[in-house]
Structures are given as structure tokens and as C-alpha cells.
């Protein structure tokens, strides 16, 4: 396949997850219906389609084959970068981390992919509020669902799908005891969102607060040798 089929792919023709075409099916019908009504809603209703055909794009990627690194699970703009205890949920509130907040606004990719190879140690879901998820309060009071992880190289990290102001459902596949790869897909957020990532001290951040993600291809840090305090 050449640069412009690639291209064509990737961009304008994407793979659709499997979740989203009840939704592109919904949003088709309504638009046939306001077209009948009046024909500027139609062109309105066309246009929101679209949209609704691009939110759930499921495009392939490329991560990159390092050894000791964590990648982006979430397409997106780095929100914060802060050291905090862990989530209480996963018995990691004794321990302190970096976390790395990703936001991934309604015109994002949703689709979530692991950030690191290894095998899921714990989930938990935490019905919640929710509050616009670029707010620090939200990785505590909105809806979430979490997860740790032992990495292959003995790392136990964290990341968290969590739910926003227009987000209502979380979608996560990932169980217990689970192994993944690296940019593996494993859920999904429906309509604007935020995922956390915790990492250990000793973890070398690569990423900047306001840089672009893009999920399962960004590195987002190469974790270090020591431990975790």
C-alpha cells in the first residue's frame, strides 16, 4: 500500500469501531426524517452525521517496538503533568506517582489503547459525577473506571478511563489477570473524556503539558530502575 492509500485510510475512509455504527445508523435515519421536514435541517443533520462517523473512527497504529517505555492510551492534549498518591481504588493511595492526564475533546479518537506491555492486576468501577473532565477534581468525583498493571519489566503503573461533561458511558474490555502489548486496544469513552496515567517516581516524563497524543505511537515516558515509593 502506497503513502496515498495509506493516507486515504487512515484519514478520510478509517475503520469504524464496531460500537458506533447503532449510533452513525441513528443519526442517518434522523437526518432522512429532518430532510423530509425541511431541507436545512437535512444539511444540518448531514453534517452531524458526518461528525458522529468520524467520533468513532478506530484508525490502525504504529507503536513504536522500545523496550522500557509507556505509550499514549488516549489520543488527545496532555492536560496536566502532576506528583500525586495513587488511587485509593487500587490499593495505590500508600504510594506516590506521576500523572499524566490526558483530555480528548468530541473531536478526538476515542479509542483507548494499553500504555505499556503486561498483564491487568486489578479493575474497578466508580459510578461518579460529571464535571467537566479538564478539571483536576474530576480523576476523584466523576464516574471512572480503573485499572493497574505489572509491566513486563516489573513496573506496576495505573491508568484511568474517566467520564466528562457530555461523556456518559465507558466502555472497557480489559480483565483481571489480562495480558496486553502496547497499543492494544482495550475500551473506549463515548463523547469527550479524559484518561489519567500513573507512573512510578523514577519515570523519565517525555511529554509537556499542551502536546499532542496520539494513541499507541506516542512515548510517553521510559520507566526507570528503581522503585516506586
Known amino acids: 500500500m502506497d503513502k496515498v492509500d495509506i493516507s ?105 489503547r494499553a500504555p505499556a506491555n503486561g498483564k491487568i492486576l486489578q479493575r474497578a468501577y466508580i459510578k461518579g459525577k460529571f464535571f467537566n473532565a479538564t478539571l483536576d477534581k474530576a480523576s476523584k468525583d466523576n464516574e471512572r473506571m480503573l485499572l493497574s498493571m505489572r509491566t513486563d519489566s516489573g513496573k506496576e503503573i495505573a491508568f484511568v478511563q474517566i467520564a466528562g461533561l457530555i461523556a456518559r458511558r465507558i466502555i472497557c474490555n480489559a480483565k483481571d489477570g489480562q495480558e496486553y502489548k502496547a497499543g492494544e486496544r482495550f475500551g473506549h469513552i463515548r463523547f469527550g473524556s479524559r484518561l489519567d496515567v500513573y507512573l512510578p517516581t523514577d519515570t523519565e516524563v517525555l511529554v509537556s503539558a499542551g502536546q499532542t497524543m496520539v494513541a499507541g505511537e506516542t512515548v510517553l515516558a521510559r520507566l526507570g530502575n528503581g522503585s516506586t515509593k
Open 8 to 112: 486515504l485510510q487512515r484519514y478520510i475512509f478509517p475503520n469504524i469501531n464496531s460500537d458506533g455504527w447503532r449510533f452513525i445508523s441513528i443519526f442517518a435515519a434522523v437526518t432522512a426524517l429532518l430532510a423530509i421536514i425541511w431541507l436545512p435541517l437535512g444539511i444540518i443533520g448531514i453534517v452531524l452525521t458526518i461528525w458522529c462517523y468520524y467520533f468513532f473512527r478506530d484508525p490502525e497504529r504504529v507503536t513504536p517496538q522500545l523496550e522500557n517505555v509507556v505509550v499514549a492510551p488516549a489520543d488527545g492534549i496532555v492536560q496536566m503533568i502532576s506528583r500525586v498518591t495513587g488511587p485509593e481504588e487500587l490499593g495505590l493511595n500508600t504510594k506516590t506517582f506521576n500523572r499524566i492526564s490526558i483530555f480528548m475533546s468530541v473531536f478526538n479518537v476515542h479509542v483507548n
